[in-house]
Every structure is written in C-alpha cells, then in structure tokens.
C-alpha cells in the first residue's frame, strides 16, 4: 500500500469506523488526521478545531506505513457503537443476542448524572458491524 487513497480504501474494506478518523472523503470533527499538506505527509491528531502534527514525512508510503501501523494497534478505530439503551434488563437481553451469534463486543455503561440513570452501550469491532443492522435497529436508542 502506497498512496493515501489505497490506505483509505483499505481501511473502508476493513470496517473501520470514520467517526474519529480523518482521510479522503471521510472528516471527522476530532480525531486522527492523515493528509498531504503543501509537501509533506502529515499524521496528527485534531482536537476542538486545533490540528496538532504528530509525524510528518517527505514520502507518502512512509506515511501510510506509519499510519497503518498506529491505526491497527488500537482497536477502538474499529469500533462500532450498536447498542444504547437506558435499561439494564435490555442490554442484558442484547449481550446475549451477540453471544448467540457470536460476534465478540465490549460493553461501556456511562453514568448520566442529570438523568440519575446509566446509558448502556454495546460496541462491536471490524467487519462484525455489517451483520447487526437489524440488531441496530433495535437496540440503538440515545434518548430516554
């Protein structure tokens, strides 16, 4: 893999989640940034509207390389949310449809203070997300 292009495809072929990933036509408010930038190719991070330069390299397969290499040693690039739900009794009747149909998941519950109750979020990882659009459907309730 050579271009900014062929990395961005890849990463779309392997389901990894553009919410916090920033290339080609995918732009994430926050999160990882690979772009060519004047001469260089740059790997950073943006944050509420600040661009930080974590890497920058006069070639673009050196930036793909690097970048590759960051992006699939955390697994949370390819994290699907799936789940939220604000009952305990539901999140537990959905850890045990994706035990079924053995899809591994991670569970994250978040206190919500001003509500007095906790969310309930389930996510799945990679190419596992393509199988739960009904599931989705389902389970994926923000409000209360």
């Not at 790997?43 to 661009?51: A, L, P, V």
């Amino acid at each position: 893999m050579k271009s900014i292009e062929e990395l961005e495809k890849y990463l779309e072929d392997e389901c990894y989640s553009f919410v916090e990933i920033n290339i080609g036509k995918h732009h994430a408010h926050e999160g990882i940034v690979i772009e060519k930038n004047g001469d260089a190719y740059e790997f950073g991070y943006s944050e509420r509207g600040n661009k930080r330069i974590l890497m920058s390299f006069s070639s673009e397969q050196e930036l793909v390389e690097y970048a590759l290499e960051k992006l699939k040693a955390d697994k949370w690039n390819k994290a699907h949310l799936v789940a939220w739900v604000w009952s305990e009794a539901e999140i537990q009747q959905a850890e045990a449809e994706l035990k079924n149909y053995n899809i591994s998941f991670e569970r994250n519950d978040v206190p919500n203070y001003l509500q007095g109750k906790n969310a309930y979020r389930i996510f799945v990882f990679g190419k596992d997300y393509l199988k739960l659009e009904e599931f989705t459907k389902r389970y994926y309730r923000s409000r209360i």
